[in-house]
């Protein structure tokens, strides 16, 4: 196991947890304790963690890991789910896609498609990721469009009025939205507002709006919402969402496809 990768599971570690003793940590990860506790030490140098005596904990109420750091969770079910929404995205399509690992994924899918490997473009996409921008940018058949604004390091995401100006003067035929909640009364929604506040815009340009979503995400409520979820026409989840869970979701109006 590298570093990095030991980070990586650390972080999962430290967020299903909430919280890591080095004892348990290192036994988990077969290192040793020392090992944990240099790791330990060097996270929270870049603000990933705070230490405690014995340990460690999120940093701070708000905790957020940079999007780096969150690829591995639900890896598989990420995977069915962007396969799933780039099946419903047609040839020659404009398609919005908001930051986040989940929608990540769905432009991986995409990329992957061989029926897409041609045209002029074979589609159009429209993101405010920089992540998603630059993975896509070197497939010609593909055009992007990045929305302008500042970059928010957790999620590669630009936010603000630039971002917004720029969404304010497209339409897109589908948008394909990551969130950290979706509920039947509440609505999709993030964690912060600014995300939020770009991210409703691209739902108001879009024809058709997809919402991408782990199980883990459904029947919960995050700070700053998105859009009602009557506005959602699709609800791409996994099938750890029993068929009680998406009957209110139904009821809204939400097809659910769940894979």
């Not at 769905?106 to 630059?134: E, F």
């Not at 928010?152 to 720029?166: D, H, K």
Request: aromatic fraction near 4%; proline fraction near 4%.
């Amino acid at each position: 196991m590298t570093r990095t990768e030991r980070w990586q599971r650390l972080l999962d570690l430290l967020v299903e947890r909430d919280g890591l003793e080095v004892e348990p940590a290192a036994e988990a990860l077969g290192v040793s304790a020392a090992t944990i506790r240099r790791d330990l030490d060097q996270l929270a140098e870049q603000q990933l963690l705070v230490r405690t005596r014995g340990g460690a904990v999120p940093h701070g109420v708000s905790y957020e890991l940079p999007l780096r750091y969150r690829t591995s969770r639900r890896a598989a079910e990420k995977r069915r789910i962007s396969e799933a929404v780039a099946a419903l995205i047609a040839p020659g399509e404009v398609v919005g896609l908001t930051g986040g690992t989940t929608t990540t994924e769905v432009a991986r899918a995409l990329a992957a498609r061989p029926d897409l490997a041609g045209g002029s473009p074979a589609l159009t996409v429209v993101t405010n990721a920089l992540n998603i921008a630059g993975e896509l940018v070197i497939r010609p058949q593909f055009k992007i469009v990045l929305t302008g604004g500042v970059a928010r390091p957790q999620s590669y995401e630009l936010t603000g009025p630039l971002a917004q100006q720029t969404l304010g003067q497209l339409t897109v035929d589908t948008a394909v939205v990551g969130v950290d909640a979706f509920d039947p009364a509440d609505g999709a929604a993030t964690r912060h507002e600014d995300e939020a506040a770009v991210n409703a815009l691209l739902c108001e340009r879009a024809r058709r709006l997809v919402v991408a979503a782990d199980s883990s995400k459904l029947g919960v409520r995050a700070f700053a919402r998105i859009c009602a979820a009557s506005a959602v026409d699709v609800l791409v989840t996994d099938t750890a969402l029993t068929e009680a869970a998406a009957r209110p979701f139904r009821d809204a109006g939400v097809d659910v496809v769940r894979v």
